[in-house]
Each structure stands twice: as structure tokens, then as C-alpha cells.
């Protein structure tokens, strides 16, 4: 699968979110989007995912503008928000089936899935309780579950890895590692650590502006494998020019 | 003083924007609506000296009944809603924050009483502008002036600092929270009411210490009624029933031209004012000593521990196998899961009051059952409705479902659809008896009904965001239903069923869920 970004330019009267950015991502491996915060990946996102539409540019899933046909978008998306939407008087089993709903998936083959997301996340012990009594580690597993429910063939997941213990960011990075073997993952982070050593392919984002794209191995060529290092040495750069 | 004002105003928004403010408030409401003078076969109400006068269809008798009424229930509904206010802010652990400023007990707890207090007023208000249009209704141009009508209340809102402050002593000592102090605070309500009721009772002491009022507003009817009548009135029948068989027929009628006070009555405003403040004078060292107390901890049973093991070390095998989107029975499926979102969480007595609610439907005179039985049952429903269309604004949780196919028109006409299939439900059993008893022009109306319901809801939580207009707006539109506005009928009326109410309701019904559906089409397109 590809997506393609051409020329997005997003702007929120004199502020410009995203300006005139391209972007190619392609299935076989997660797509690492970083930026400090306000850096315009939420927007970019909330564009692939639909929920958005640029002032100027296109995006095209296969070939076919996402703009134009969201829906095409949304037959093959598992989305992420930043910050996780959950009905908290539900239980974990009876949400994520509440969503397999809405995403026209029949009640036998959506019990089998939530079973297994409930155990890849480890929620299947709290199973019975509602999701108002679950933190905000194991509500962020709820709402990577609810974007995993179905087959998305495109994953973009904003920020998956807030509030989650280090065993459980392990847990999620092998799991997107996986997923992305056939699967378009894109993951936005500031944290540099979470794509470290799971991204095929990055971007790094600033302004709105892209800084660079490209492998890890070339984005840390200059800085002997330091990410944090190569991170602050573009930003600076971009800053300075 | 700012930091009393301030946390008295806290308290007060706080708990005014619970969804239990509003219930409480249509209660108080829907209760003093019970106890109007009306005519109903077998029931006097407000009989004085039951032989003689008798109110019923007497409209100067509206507030005097209104405020008793109230009277009766209020400082119930006072103590169990205020006293738990600061058990809460120790749960929440606002106390703490309390404790360690310099805001100190005495203040912390004046501000409870105040917001109490507020509170309290809110609902006694809003029970007298319920009155009011119910005045206006039952007996429309046979307006009292503004002053007879106002009076009757003057001692009920005259007992609602006694009521927040006793709320906020058995809520400072920890000992009167539980089970023990409800015990106590009603059986001492309850002797005071017998004591109350009795008119040779109300002496001054009675009714300074009087939470319910009702010794004063006893004492206060049978004064004004010998004023104007020369009667001395010796007993006064609030609600009670009467037979046909030799039993008295109370014939003349009393006009109640207001109350007027005298000296006795002032004092007994200012005493009861200097009690309630005294009382909350006390609570606040009992308070302090209070918190000293080793806390009881409820220790919950630890959860049985989960056998599930993460390897974190090794790459996981993914357990996760593709589903493809159906077609099958999806619409079914997905008004299901909307049915299931509405009614969960719902307690117990809840689903007991709706089967209740039904029964009543079965077996009660269909006029009683459209006047009465069906309005509060969908009023009943109200938190089951209110939610539609601003749910998912609430729980942020459009930005997932407008990233799924079709996501945000599926939800909003699956969650209409379930709303009409709660509403039908609901009614199915009258639906069936009138059907049975060849009514179709009135099956059609509450068919109407039901429809107009679930898509007022919906419209109204979609355009403003909030569950608040609706619960608002359906309980006055109850309440003047319940009055017999006609227009407000949304169910019909028994004497009066008619084809074009029920057109008028459909159409205005199903344009509200139109308009809903068509304000969700942007993001799904």
C-alpha cells in the first residue's frame, strides 16, 4: 500500500499549521512522524485521518484522493487520537464491541478479535470492570485496541505511547513492528525513544515544515547513531536558517 | 468572607450541574403538583374540619397546598442530598486542600450551609413558579394577588436554613453519616410531623424547631380561616378519601385570601434563622474532633491475579486475525450496541420503576393512565433520552467514529432508531390494550409520541451539546402536559384524542430527527 502526500498546506487564518509538505509512505514498515510539540504532526494526522481538510494539497491512498473519497480512507483506517475517547461507563469487551459495530463487523468475528486485543494488551484481567476505573495507561491500550479492531490497512496512531509503563511501550512497538509487515503504521511522537528502534522510515517535522525524511540510519549518519543528538542538530539547524 | 462566598459558590454550580439536581427539582415539582385542590373521585384535598369546607376546585388553595406538600417531602430530600457534600470532598480529597489553607472548619462549614441553603431555595422556587403556571392554568383569570399567593411559602423558606444546617452537623460528625444518623434525623422528623399536624400543638417552641414547617403553616390556616369564617378549625384533612356511603360531604368552599402574619411569626422566622446558625457554630469543633478519629478503611478484596504473561524481551507472536465488514444484520447489531449504551448503568430500581411505570399502563383507567401514567413514565425515561446526539460531543469521541466508514450517520440513526425502540417498548403494552379496545385514533397519537420523544432529544443534544436543554425542556413540557395544557400533550389527551395533535407531533418529530441526521452529514461525507 502507499500514501501519498502532495503539497498539504494547512492554514488556520494567519497561522500556518503545515506548509506545503510532501510525504511517500509505504507498507512493509512503521512510519516514525516526529516533532516537538505544536510542529503541526496532530494536523497532518488529523488530515490522513480524514477528520480535517488541507487549505492546499492532496493525499492519495493507492492512487485515489482521500480528499475527495474519505470514505475510501476510512474502509482502511484504525485511527488514534491524542487524547483517547472512551465511554467511560462501558467495560473494555462491551466498547471495543460498540465500535466493531460502527465498523459493520458482525458480533461472532468481533468477539474472537476483542478477545485477542484484550489479551495482546494485557486488559483481559480488567475485563469486567468500566473503563472510568482504568488509568490512563491501560485506557490509552483501549483506545490502540479500538483502532486495531477490524483490519485497518492503515494505522495511524497519534502519540500511542502516553502514560504507558516501559514493559507496555515495548509491548506496543513490537506489536506496530508486526502490523507494519503488511500495514501503512504511521506514529506521530516527541518522544525520540519510541521510534528509535522501531521505525523503518521517519520525518521529522518543524513549523509545519518538513526537515527531514528518510531511513534512521541517515538520519543519524552526522551524530555516530544518536538520535536525541541528530533530533537537536536539525531542529537547531532549522532554527538558526 | 470571599473564601465562605467562594466555596459556597462552588458547591452550589457543582452540584447544580448534576444530573440528581434536576431530578430532585422535577420531583419537588411533580410532587406539589399532587397535592393542587382538584376534584378526583373518592379524594378530598385540603379539607378544613373535613365536614365543613372542603378546597377542592378552589383555586386560592394552589400555594397553601403547593407549600404543604412541599413541606412534607423537603426536608427529606434535604437532608439526604446535602449531608453527603463533605464525606465527598474527603473522598475527592478537596478537604485536605481545605485543611491544610486557612480557610479553617468554622468557614469551610458556613460555606457548605450557604450553598445548602441555595439549594434548597432553587427548589422551593422553582415549586412556586410551578404553582404559579399551574394557577394559571387550572383557573385561568382567577388570579390571587402577588402577596396571598407568596405568603404560604414564607415559612417554608424560613425552615430551609434549619434544614442545610442540621445536614451539615450530621455531615461534619463522621459517627451521624452512616445508617445511625439517617435513623435518627427521621425518626425526628417523623415525631415532628405527628407532633405538627395536630393544630392544639403548634405552640412557638414546636415551631422554631420545626424542619418541616408544617406546625406553622397548620397554625397559620386555621388563624386565617377563623378570620374570615368565625369557624374554629380544629382539624385539617391534607389528602384523605371519602365514600359514598354515609360518609361526610364536605360542601362550602373558603376562599384563602393570604396569610397574615403577626409578631409570634417573626420571632419564629428569626428563631429558627439563630438556630441553624448555632447549629453550624457547633458542628464546626465537632468537626475538627471528627477528623482526629482514626478513619474506617473499607478494604476491598484483592483481584484474583491475572495469569497472563508479557514476554517484553522477545518480539510477541501476533495473535490477531483480520475480520472483514459485513453487511449481515448490521443495522440490528448496531442499534443493539446503542440500546445497550442508553440502558447501561442504569440501577436496579431504575428498570423497576419502568416495569412499574408499564404495569400501570395495563391495568389503570386509560383517562388516568394518559394524564398521569404515561407522562411520568417517559419522564422516567429522561436520562435514557437525554444523552442522544450529545454523548458522543461529550466523550469527545466523534473525531474516532468520523474516521470510520459511514461512522457519524450510522451512529446517529442507529441511536435514534433505539431511542424509538425504548419509547415503543415502553408503551407497547397500552399500545395493545388500545388496540384491543378498538382506540387507533389514540394508538396513533402515542405512536406519535413516541417518535416525537427520542427525536426531540436527539435534536436538541445535537444542536446544543449538552443533555441539559432536553432534560429541561421535556420536564416543563411534562409538567404542562400533566396540568392539561393541551398543546404540550404530546401522548394525547383521553377526552380529547385527536388525529391532528398526533400529525403535528410526527411531522414536528420527524423533522427534529431530519434536522439531527442532516447537521451530521458534513463530517460523514
Redesign the interface.
Known amino acids: 500500500m502507499n500514501l501519498s502526500i502532495k503539497n498539504i498546506t494547512k492554514e488556520y487564518g494567519a497561522v500556518t499549521a503545515l506548509s506545503d509538505l510532501s510525504l511517500e509512505i509505504t507498507s512493509g514498515g512503521v512510519f516514525g512522524l516526529v516533532g516537538a510539540n505544536g510542529a503541526g504532526k496532530s494536523t497532518l494526522m488529523k488530515i490522513l ?3 480535517l481538510k488541507p487549505s492546499k494539497g492532496n493525499c492519495l491512498l493507492d492512487g485515489v484522493d482521500i480528499l475527495k473519497r ?2 475510501m480512507m ?2 482502511a ?1 484504525g ?1 488514534l ?1 491524542q ?1 483517547v ?6 467495560t473494555a469487551p ?1 466498547f471495543l ?3 466493531a ?7 461472532a ?2 468477539k ?2 476483542i478477545t ?2 484484550l ?2 494488551f ?1 486488559l ?2 480488567y475485563r469486567k470492570r ?1 473503563l472510568s476505573e482504568y488509568s490512563g495507561g491501560m485506557r490509552q491500550r483501549v483506545g490502540i485496541s ?1 483502532a ?1 479492531i ?2 485497518p490497512k492503515v494505522i495511524i496512531v497519534d502519540e500511542p505511547s502516553v502514560g504507558l509503563d516501559p ?1 507496555e511501550r ?2 506496543l512497538r ?2 506496530f ?3 507494519a509487515k503488511t500495514r501503512i503504521v504511521l506514529l506521530s511522537t516527541h518522544i525520540i525513544s519510541d521510534i528509535e528502534t522501531t521505525a523503518n522510515q521517519l520525518a521529522l517535522i518543524q513549523k509545519g515544515k518538513l526537515l527531514f525524511h528518510g531511513t534512521p540510519t541517515e538520519f543519524t549518519k552526522n551524530t555516530n547513531g544518536d538520535m536525541e543528538a541528530a533530533y537537536l542538530s536539525y531542529s537547531e539547524g532549522a532554527a538558526s536558517a | 468572607m470571599r473564601a465562605v462566598f467562594g466555596q459556597a459558590r462552588a458547591d452550589y454550580i457543582g452540584k447544580s450541574r448534576d444530573f440528581s439536581f434536576l431530578a430532585l427539582m422535577a420531583l419537588c415539582l411533580f410532587g406539589a403538583f399532587w397535592f393542587v385542590p382538584r376534584e378526583i373521585d373518592g379524594f378530598e384535598i385540603m379539607a378544613l374540619q373535613p365536614d365543613i369546607f372542603i378546597q377542592g376546585g378552589n383555586p386560592s388553595w394552589i400555594p397553601v397546598t403547593s407549600a404543604l406538600g412541599l413541606a412534607f417531602f423537603l426536608p427529606f430530600i434535604a437532608f439526604f442530598y446535602l449531608r453527603n457534600t463533605i464525606a465527598w470532598d474527603e473522598e475527592i480529597g478537596m478537604s485536605q486542600l481545605i485543611t491544610s489553607s486557612t480557610v479553617g472548619n468554622l468557614r469551610y462549614l458556613i460555606g457548605k450551609f450557604l450553598a445548602g441553603t441555595l439549594l434548597l431555595f432553587t427548589f422551593a422556587v422553582t415549586v412556586i413558579i410551578g404553582s404559579f403556571f399551574m394557577a394559571l392554568w387550572h383557573f385561568p383569570g382567577q388570579l390571587l394577588s402577588l402577596y396571598a399567593f407568596l405568603s404560604p411559602y414564607m415559612f417554608l423558606l424560613a425552615s430551609l436554613p434549619l434544614c442545610a444546617a442540621i445536614a451539615v452537623l450530621f455531615g461534619a460528625v463522621r459517627f451521624l453519616r452512616g445508617v445511625i444518623g439517617s435513623i435518627i434525623y427521621v425518626m425526628g422528623v417523623f415525631v415532628i410531623m405527628v407532633y405538627s399536624m395536630e393544630l392544639e400543638n403548634a405552640g412557638i417552641f414546636l415551631r422554631t424547631v420545626d424542619v418541616t414547617a408544617i406546625s406553622s403553616l397548620m397554625e397559620i390556616i386555621s388563624r386565617t380561616a377563623y378570620e374570615q369564617t368565625g369557624y374554629t378549625i380544629y382539624n385539617v384533612m391534607f389528602i384523605g378519601g371519602y365514600g359514598g356511603d354515609g360518609g361526610h360531604q364536605p360542601t362550602l368552599p373558603l376562599v384563602f385570601e393570604g396569610l397574615h402574619f403577626n409578631s409570634t411569626d417573626f420571632i419564629v422566622f428569626g428563631t429558627m434563622l439563630l438556630i441553624a446558625l448555632g447549629i453550624v457554630f457547633i458542628s464546626a469543633p465537632l468537626y475538627g474532633l471528627s477528623k482526629l478519629l482514626p478513619k474506617k478503611i473499607r478494604v476491598r478484596k484483592a ?4 495469569n ?1 504473561e ?1 514476554s ?2 522477545t ?2 507472536k ?13 443495522w440490528a ?2 442499534v ?2 446503542e440500546m ?2 442508553m440502558l ?2 442504569k440501577p436496579l430500581i431504575w428498570f423497576l420503576g419502568c416495569l412499574a411505570g408499564i404495569t400501570l399502563t395495563i391495568f389503570l383507567e386509560m383517562n388516568m393512565v394518559f394524564s398521569l401514567v404515561l407522562p411520568l413514565l417517559m419522564l422516567w425515561l429522561v436520562n435514557v433520552f437525554s444523552p442522544l446526539g450529545n ?1 458522543e460531543h461529550n ?3 466523534l ?9 457519524t450517520l ?2 446517529v440513526v ?1 441511536s435514534l432508531v433505539a431511542g424509538l425502540l425504548i419509547a415503543l417498548t415502553a408503551v407497547l403494552p397500552f399500545v395493545l390494550r388500545m388496540v384491543l379496545a378498538g382506540q387507533f385514533i389514540g394508538v396513533f397519537v402515542v405512536l406519535a409520541g413516541v417518535v416525537f420523544l427520542p427525536s426531540f432529544a436527539l435534536f436538541l443534544g445535537e444542536f446544543t451539546k449538552t443533555n441539559r436543554a432536553f432534560e429541561v425542556l421535556f420536564i416543563l413540557l411534562t409538567y404542562a402536559a400533566m396540568n392539561g395544557v393541551p398543546v404540550a400533550m404530546y401522548m394525547g389527551c383521553y377526552e380529547a384524542l385527536s388525529v391532528v395533535q398526533g400529525v403535528a407531533y410526527l411531522l414536528v418529530g420527524a423533522s427534529f430527527g431530519v434536522a439531527a441526521i442532516l447537521k451530521r452529514l458534513p463530517t460523514a ?1
Open positions: 485521518a480524514t477528520l474519505p470514505n476510512r474502509q483506517l485511527y487520537p487524547d475517547a472512551v465511554y467511560p461507563n462501558l462491551e464491541d460498540y465500535i459495530a460502527l465498523k459493520s463487523i458482525n458480533a468475528d468481533a474472537k478479535q485477542m486485543l489479551e495482546m494485557n483481559a484481567p468500566r479500538a486495531l477490524g483490519d514493559e515495548i509491548n513490537n506489536i513492528m508486526e502490523m | 483481584k484474583k491475579a491475572s497472563t508479557i517484553v524481551t518480539r510477541v501476533l495473535s490477531y486475525s483480520a475480520v472483514s465488514p459485513s453487511q449481515k444484520n448490521m447489531r448496531g443493539f450496541t445497550k449504551l447501561k448503568g454523548r466523550h469527545d469521541m473525531k474516532v467514529i468520523a474516521t470510520i466508514n459511514g461512522g450510522k451512529q442507529y461525507l
